[in-house]
């Protein structure tokens, strides 16, 4: 497992030390990509059809991978999906110099196509999970190992970005991608160890046929659930993505501001996963962990919009950072239970798919929320987190109505 952990890490570390400077080559004045006063709303629409095949290409991503990985194993798929992120490092490097969107735009979409270390370490630590209570404590440490590089990645990225290379802004945070990808293609290739044995493996047959996407839609708790994650996802892709954005463009925070910001979101999914989880799992039936979640996630989404209206207040300054915490200790707990109760739903051989389905379905609702949030901005730059509020609300009404259903008693 540790093996499998450190990939985890060390992917969203490099990942994450690049993930704030998506907004500032689209917004900040000393990107390559734009004229100098191409306005915020230009730059806005733009920033919502590059988010929106990121994460299609990703939504896309997620099965293609679960599946080969139970047909490959999770060794090689692991090798393959890294390769993600040489290409993410070298076509902005490439782009900056070229002065470029498209290729960066470009390389991004391939890499988010690759990049799938997610749903391929989560299917491999549930191969090693051997009872039902330890899938959801091995799931939270997923999440745990994630957070830490989610946290300390922006951070880092904050500081080292604004160093220049040869005079060139934001380019050194993916020189270090780089460097991190380098390693974790020798480290997935010659260190880590398979963990799907050959007779659990399924054919490809198997992984076309979608026996396991009919057996989720054969069970009624499953079928809810889906639709609590599809929702929640909405929520949570939005508040992810725009965050970064409106902190820049509404409250006028530099680049160390919106890194350290980010890694507070990654702070908050390692107290979650780290502890909340593993102290309160199994102390709370899987109905009020739910709605606790939501109602949490709710919360957040709605002090974050509501604070950026008054971007010179200091309480308002406040809450928009402290908003991070519901938000995101809201989704970790959620994506944690639902990892856990899909993945006891089907047999072994199925696992990378139905995790891929997750995730596929996560980033779906992604897509959907990156143009139209583009398309708020436009209209109002803290516009697309309005998404959030609603979404969440409306996850609340549909809770409210099946609460009393007996299925969805346990």
């Known amino acids: 497992m540790g093996s499998i952990y450190f990939i ?3 992917s969203e570390f490099a990942t994450g030390l690049v993930l704030p400077f998506f907004t500032f080559l689209f917004f900040s004045s000393n990107s390559t990509f734009f004229p100098a006063m191409t306005s915020d709303a230009e730059r806005a629409m733009m920033f919502g059809i590059f988010l929106a095949l990121y994460k299609f290409a990703g939504m896309i991503c997620n099965p293609v991978f679960g599946g080969l ?26 782009a900056i110099i070229l002065q470029s969107l498209w290729i960066f735009i470009i390389g991004a979409t391939l890499f988010a196509f690759l990049f799938a270390t997610k ?10 999970s051997f009872k039902d209570d330890n ?40 020189v270090i991608l780089l460097i991190c990808s380098s390693y974790l293609y020798f480290h997935s ?41 599809l929702l929640n996802q909405l929520s949570w892709g939005t508040y992810y993505d725009f965050i970064p954005a409106v902190a820049k463009t509404v409250f006028g925070y530099d680049v160390k501001t919106v890194g350290i910001l980010m890694g507070i979101v990654g702070v908050c999914l390692i107290l979650t996963s780290g502890l909340i989880i593993p102290l309160f799992s199994s102390k709370i ?12 996630g709710f919360a957040g989404v709605s002090m974050a919009y509501l604070a ?65 949030g ?37």
């Open 119 to 128: 749903p391929v370490c989560t299917a491999a630590i549930n191969d090693i």
């Open 308 to 372: 950026s209206f008054f971007p010179n207040n200091n309480l308002a300054n406040i809450l928009f950072w402290v908003s991070a915490l519901p938000v995101a200790g809201g989704d970790v707990v959620l994506f944690c239970y639902l990892i856990s109760r899909f993945s006891e739903s089907l047999e072994k051989k199925y696992q990378g798919t139905v995790i891929g389905f997750i995730y596929i379905t996560g980033f779906g609702m992604w897509s959907l929320s990156a143009p139209l």
């Open 69 to 94: 990985s139970d047909i490959l194993g999770r060794k090689v798929t692991t090798v393959i999906t890294v390769s993600g992120m040489l290409v993410l490092a070298v076509a902005t490097i490439v």
């Open 285 to 296: 039936n899987g109905s009020k962990l739910i709605f606790t979640s939501c109602l949490a």
């Open 189 to 229: 290739r010659f260190l880590m160890k398979e963990t799907l044995r050959k007779r659990e493996r399924s054919r490809v047959s198997e992984q076309f046929s979608f026996e396991p996407i009919k057996a989720i839609f054969k069970s009624k708790l499953l079928i809810t659930l889906l639709v609590i994650h």
């Open 8 to 10: 985890l890490f060390l």
């Open 374 to 410: 583009g398309w708020l901005m436009k209209w109002m730059l803290n516009g697309a987190l309005l998404m959030a509020p609603i979404s969440m609300f409306v996850l609340l009404l549909f809770l409210r109505m099946i609460k009393k259903k007996a299925y969805f008693d346990f």
């Open 135 to 174: 899938k959801i404590k091995n799931q939270a440490l997923v999440q745990f190992w994630i957070g830490l590089g989610v946290s300390i990645g922006p951070a880092v990225g904050g500081f080292v970005g604004t160093v220049t290379v040869f005079g060139y802004y934001y380019m050194l945070p993916f």
